[in-house]
Nanobody, 127 residues
Framework: QVQLVESGGGLVQAGGSLRLSCAAT????????VGWFRQAPGKERELVAA????????FYADSVKGRFAISRVNAKNTVSLQMNSLEPEDTAVYYC????????????????????WGQGTQVTVSS
């Protein structure tokens, strides 16, 4: 089992920044790819960014490229999502998730491959 806890969400004005963190406990977090997803009201959950177990492969959704940055510190069992130049369209509940297949070489982009999920943190961007 892997337990995930997100933090860092909040209310910010358009153009502002937030840094989300995902803290993991349980199984060896450093072996697994991690993704950040978001879900806005009435919309499907979408992958925002993902990072492979060693950080060697990173994926960003087109909507956040150049504005968001995902990173991980395996020694601290954390993955972060730095969000800059936030837009009202970024408003959503943000979730981190773990793909528990060890040492996958590529960042995991298929939602069906994620095995563990956090409870989510709300991000609201006002115009």
């Amino acid at each position: 089992q892997v337990q995930l806890v997100e933090s860092g969400g909040g209310l910010v004005q358009a153009g502002g920044s937030l840094r989300l963190s995902c803290a993991a406990t349980g199984r060896t977090f450093s072996n697994y790819a991690v993704g950040w997803f978001r879900q806005a009201p009435g919309k499907e959950r979408e992958l925002v960014a993902a990072i492979s177990w060693n950080g060697g492969s990173i994926f960003y959704a087109d909507s956040v490229k150049g504005r968001f940055a995902i990173s991980r510190v395996n020694a601290k069992n954390t993955v972060s999502l730095q969000m800059n130049s936030l837009e009202p369209e970024d408003t959503a509940v943000y979730y981190c998730a773990v793909d528990a297949t060890r040492f996958r070489s590529q960042a995991t982009t298929s939602v069906g491959l994620y095995d563990y999920w956090g409870q989510g943190t709300q991000v609201t961007v006002s115009s």
